[in-house]
């Protein structure tokens, strides 16, 4: 799942779970069962990409998140406080920020190498168009029952 998937879902999690001691293990975990889901991200069919694009295309990814989540809290969930939900999006992305150095500085040691090689495990890529319209219906779906209880 892409990182706004990621931290959209932290942000849900954020907005219904005030006590960080259950929201945080409850995000993290939302990382790996968000990744079952077949779905397109920028790290999918990234051996033809650059390396400069497949990074420039993960931190747009990250920055488009922080802002939708931002939006999410301030039009449903204004209650929410900022700092708990961005530790909380921080949360449901850790598997992602561990790896990074793996894929983008090439540190192909432990922690970065075990944790890309455990979410390889659970990622299950499903090229665009799909693998995003899949992301679009299960995030909107998230976050309307979220609203609604």
Same mark, same amino acid.
């Given at each position: 799942m892409t990182a706004t998937g990621h931290a959209l879902i932290g942000t849900v999690i954020a907005a219904k779970i005030g006590n960080p001691a259950?929201?945080?293990?409850?995000?993290?975990g939302s990382h790996f069962l968000a990744d079952t889901l077949p779905h397109w991200d920028t790290g999918t069919n990234r051996i033809k990409k650059t390396h400069a694009r497949f990074f420039v295309e993960s931190l747009a990814d990250l920055i488009i998140g922080f802002i939708l989540s931002w939006l999410l809290i301030t039009l449903f969930f204004p209650s929410t406080s900022l700092p708990y939900a961005f530790l909380i999006i921080i949360m449901a992305q850790l598997p992602?920020?561990?790896?990074?150095? +793996?894929?983008?500085?090439?540190?192909?040691?432990?922690?970065?190498?075990?944790? +890309?090689?455990?979410? !390889? !495990?659970?990622? !299950?890529?499903l090229d665009a168009p799909w693998g995003v319209?899949?992301?679009?219906?299960v995030l909107t779906v998230i976050v309307l029952i979220a609203k609604i209880f």
């Open positions: 259950l929201a945080i293990p409850i995000a993290i992602d920020w561990i790896t990074a150095p +793996y894929l983008f500085l090439n540190w192909n040691f432990s922690p970065f190498s075990t944790m +890309y090689n455990i979410q !390889k !495990k659970f990622d !299950k890529e319209i899949n992301q679009v219906i």
